[in-house]
């Protein structure tokens, strides 16, 4: 069994400018943008209480984002609300004044026209992109990775978006949507990933999955839960993970919980940057073949790694089998919890806990991450089974893979 790799953050901390992204003042106007949606309905925070006392922590909460706008995922969070801000910026326009109806109407229609938003994708966010362009009467381009598989392109598709697999890993995807963008007319590249000259949009789509966050804060106050003590976040390029620890950093800024950032071992280039220690981007090539689809990215957002040197704890490189794990745990809890059907991407986090919790090996693991009787553990399931096929040939049948 390929074992579980982790760093403990030495990094040297920046002047932590880009925490300003995820304020929550400005997290309050994205909320209120998605919850102009018919589609919208706040997700489940499921409270394993069994699970946690096997486990030998206090409480263990669970965002269950598979019931998000109907998408089986978190992703359409961040391209919709992308989107929204880039119309307001071409229309000089506050994107408060650019609600659903406004956004979706024939006068916005005959005065912006249309724009084709490029992206590249796993499936989750190409799918967001694809739905929320359907949905606002724009066009869609989305290129996907060597490996994706047949049912998350047709998935796409189905939105109305032109989109293919290509031979390409993913961040070579994300090249050529950018180099598409830039030579088609009133095309715009929609990427969660952010590098030097591009960081504008990649801000709002870390700010669009900030509504994620912001209901599960609200969600744990209604459990009683004052503060978690810890969040695990999983991450591909850093997006997410960035958008929950900024989010949750500025929410608690005197006592904030400790934070464990979890990616898939063969494309774990934040791990490698916390092992190295320096505190510079590492990057990592290759096809990246693992079940995490979601995870399979090998350069980092720009705007989400100063977030998360600054304020990370531990990083964890894991092996498919981690996310495995906690799909078959989360799938058939101990009697008394609610299951939850969480996919590949979706589970890696509560399989790194369940890990670490459980198994001698990473004992060492659990004390660097400050895990005891006492903890508050919140983690985001950011995906159901959005493969089914995949899904039950890992929780079913007992594959990895």
């Not at 074992?3 to 932590?16: G, L, R, S």
């Not at 119309?87 to 084709?116: C, H, W």
């Not at 047949?150 to 293919?164: F, K, M, P, S, V």
Request: contains cysteine; aromatic residues 8%.
């Amino acid at each position: 069994m390929e074992i579980i790799k982790w760093a403990e953050n030495k990094m040297p901390k920046t002047d932590d400018k880009q925490l300003a992204v995820m304020t929550i003042s400005d997290i309050e106007k994205v909320k209120s943008f998605h919850e102009s949606f018919p589609q919208y309905t706040q997700t489940p925070l499921v409270k394993l209480d069994k699970m946690a006392e096997h486990l030998g922590v206090k409480e263990i909460y669970l965002k269950d984002e598979s019931y998000r706008f109907g998408l089986n995922a978190f992703k359409v969070l961040g391209g919709s609300f992308a989107m929204a801000r880039y119309i307001a910026k071409e229309m000089n326009m506050d994107v408060k004044d650019l609600p659903y109806d406004v956004l979706t109407s024939d006068k916005l229609r005959e005065e912006f026209g249309q724009a084709t938003f490029f992206t590249a994708t796993d499936g989750n966010h190409g799918r967001g992109v694809a739905w929320a362009a359907n949905k606002l009467r724009q066009k869609a381009v989305v290129h996907m990775p060597i490996g994706t598989t047949q049912t998350r392109l047709d998935n796409i598709l189905a939105e109305g978006a032109t989109a293919d697999i290509t031979t390409l890993n993913y961040d070579d995807c994300v090249r050529l949507a950018a180099k598409e963008a830039s030579e088609t007319p009133r095309g715009v590249i929609v990427q969660d990933t952010a590098w030097d000259g591009y960081e504008e949009i990649p801000a709002w789509i870390m700010q669009g999955y900030g509504t994620m966050a912001m209901e599960a804060e609200k969600q744990l106050a209604e459990y009683g839960c004052e503060r978690p003590t810890h969040v695990f976040v999983q991450a591909g390029v850093g997006s997410l993970a960035g958008s929950v620890v900024g989010y949750f950093t500025n929410l608690y800024p005197d006592n904030p919980p400790t934070f464990v950032v979890v990616e898939a071992d063969v494309a774990a280039c934040l791990y490698e940057g916390a092992a190295a220690a320096d505190g510079e981007i590492r990057m990592v090539g290759g096809d990246m073949q693992t079940i995490m689809a979601g995870l399979a990215c090998g350069e980092p957002n720009t705007i989400s790694w100063d977030i998360l040197k600054n304020h990370v704890k531990v990083f964890i490189a894991a092996p498919d089998w981690v996310a495995a794990k906690g799909m078959r745990m989360l799938a058939a809890p101990i009697k008394g919890d609610a299951p939850v059907t969480s996919g590949e991407s979706g589970a890696a986090p509560f399989g790194a806990l369940a890990a670490m919790m459980s198994m001698p090996e990473y004992a060492d693991l659990k004390e660097a991450v400050g895990l005891d009787e006492n903890s508050r553990v919140l983690l985001f399931s950011t995906e159901g089974d959005t493969d089914p096929e995949r899904y039950r040939n890992i929780v079913w049948e007992g594959k990895d893979r």
